[in-house]
């Protein structure tokens, strides 16, 4: 007669074997985790990934408006000059500003703009996007209006 733990860990590896038998015979694919969800779950059992979207390249100048800091949505930017803009108009905190690419968070800061009131309500910054792709503007600070316009040469009615 087999004692209880020693059941326990029977009953656990025949478990395991009925598992790996169904992920060898396509069953249940392998990148569940368990046989339960693969069957709850009313998926195909082929691989697919999640494509990422599409973010076309900004083609005219285009401006991100707003009060507080936070992240804009993503837009798309060519190999090349940017130039960033920025009008603000907050009273005593400063407003700080750039762009960062959407696959690398952990980046630089491109073309950071900072803009010191009461003595500056504008800055701008410029910069050379070595490599195409998703940018977002990430306004650090602000506690004002503020308007950000982006462009690249050979937008229509761009920088250039």
Known sequence: ??????????????????????????????????????????????????????????????????LRPGVTDAFGLREGLVVVNALYDGMAEPFTASLQPVDHPQADPIAPITIIPPLNREGGASAQIARAGSYVLNVELAEGEWAVTISQPGDEGGAG
């Open 1 to 66: 007669m087999l004692r209880t733990p020693t059941a326990l860990l029977a009953l656990a590896l025949l478990a395991l074997g009925v598992v790996i038998i169904l992920m060898v015979t396509g069953a249940v694919p392998a990148e569940r985790s368990s046989a339960l969800g693969a069957w709850i779950a009313a998926e195909p059992t082929e691989a697919t990934s999640v494509p990422m979207p599409t973010v076309t390249p900004i083609d005219r100048p285009t401006t991100f408006d707003g």
